[in-house]
C-alpha cells in the first residue's frame, strides 16, 4: 500500500446513519487508552528530507511520545511544538523521541520544521488513518475538514500505549510535566 499502511487490530466498528434519506456508513473508533496496543502504522516522516516511518520499526527508540496537532503554522500547534522542541533534550534524557503527528503534508511539515527550528521529526497522516485507527478527529465545519484532536500518547518498547490525552479544545495544549513523567515512567 506504499507508504500509507494502517494495522487492522485497532479498534472500530462501522454504523449506519440516515441523512436526509440516504444511508451513510461512517468508521467510529474510539480513543485509544491507556493500556492499549498502540496502532501500528507506516506513513511519509517529515525530518528536513522524507522517509517512510513504521511505529513497529521504531519502538527501539521507547518511549515514543506521539503529539497529535490540527494544523501546521497555526498559533497554538506552533507553540505547542516549539515546547516540544524546547523540552526535547529531557525526553532524551530517559531515552525516548518526539514525533509529531498532523494531516499536513509532508512537505508542509518540512517547511513548519525549518521556520520554527524543530529538532524532531513530524508525521504526515495526509490520509488521516492515524486520526482515525487513535479515535483523535475533529472536524472543522462549515467543509467538514477532518483534523487531528491535540492529543498525546506515550508507547513503550513493547508497543503499548503507557499515556492517552486528548485536549478538549483545539487550544488546549497538554501538560509538558505529565508527557515528560509518562515518558520517564516507560523508559
Sequence with gaps: MGQ?????????????????????????TPMIDTGDDA????????NGDVES?????????????????????????????CTFRDRLASFEDVGGTVYGVSVDLPYTLNEFRERNDLNFGLLSDERRELIEAYGVIDRWEP????????????VDADGRITYA???????????????????VDAA
Design 53 to 81: 516511518f513504521t511505529l513497529s520499526d521504531r519502538l527501539d527508540e521507547a518511549p515514543i511520545v506521539l503529539a497529535f496537532f490540527p494544523a501546521a503554522f497555526t498559533n497554538t500547534c506552533t507553540t505547542e511544538m
Design 165 to 183: 490525552w486528548v485536549g478538549d479544545t483545539p487550544k488546549q495544549e497538554p501538560d509538558y510535566e505529565a508527557v515528560h513523567g509518562a515518558a
Design 4 to 28: 500509507h499502511t494502517f494495522d487492522s487490530r485497532a479498534k472500530g466498528a462501522k454504523r449506519a446513519d440516515i441523512n436526509r434519506g440516504k444511508t451513510v456508513l461512517h468508521r467510529t
Design 143 to 154: 467543509r467538514d475538514i477532518r483534523v487531528a484532536k491535540r492529543a498525546v500518547f506515550v
Design 39 to 46: 496502532p501500528d502504522f507506516t506513513v511519509p516522516l517529515a
